[in-house]
């Protein structure tokens, strides 16, 4: 089995900044690519950034130019950078994992981290 627990939410003012992380563990051979998702209070989950193996990155449009993914493979971490936070920012937000425990790949997701922002 594999586990991915968020961590780093909590409540900022608009204009501040937040680190999320998420460490996977359990099982793992490999994982490929790992991200992050949000959800807010009557939305759908919308993936917010997300990262390759190779260090290739993608992000929702808006949060272009104010949010950086990063991984570090040797500590099974993904990291969500969050600056220039807005209202519209808080959510639920969500680590996702492509991870290849045993003979097949399967994806993983955390538990969630709340993102507040108010001032």
């Known amino acids: 089995q594999v586990q991915l627990v968020e961590s780093g939410g909590g409540l900022v003012q608009p204009g501040g900044s937040l680190r999320l992380s998420c460490v996977a563990s359990?099982?793992?051979?490999?994982?490929?690519?790992m991200g992050w998702y949000r959800q807010a209070p009557g939305k759908q989950r919308e993936l917010v950034a997300a990262?390759?193996?190779?260090?290739?990155?993608n992000y929702a449009d808006s949060v272009k130019g104010r949010f950086t993914i990063s991984r570090e493979d040797a500590k099974n971490t993904v990291y969500l950078q969050m600056n220039s936070l807005k209202p519209e920012d808080a959510a639920v937000y969500y680590c996702?994992?492509?991870?290849?425990?045993?003979?097949?790949?399967?994806?993983?997701w955390g538990q969630g981290t709340q993102v507040t922002v108010s001032s």
């Open positions: 359990g099982s793992i051979f490999s994982i490929n690519a």
């Open positions: 990262i390759t193996s190779g260090g290739s990155t």
């Open positions: 996702n994992a492509k991870v290849k425990g045993g003979a097949i790949w399967m994806n993983y």
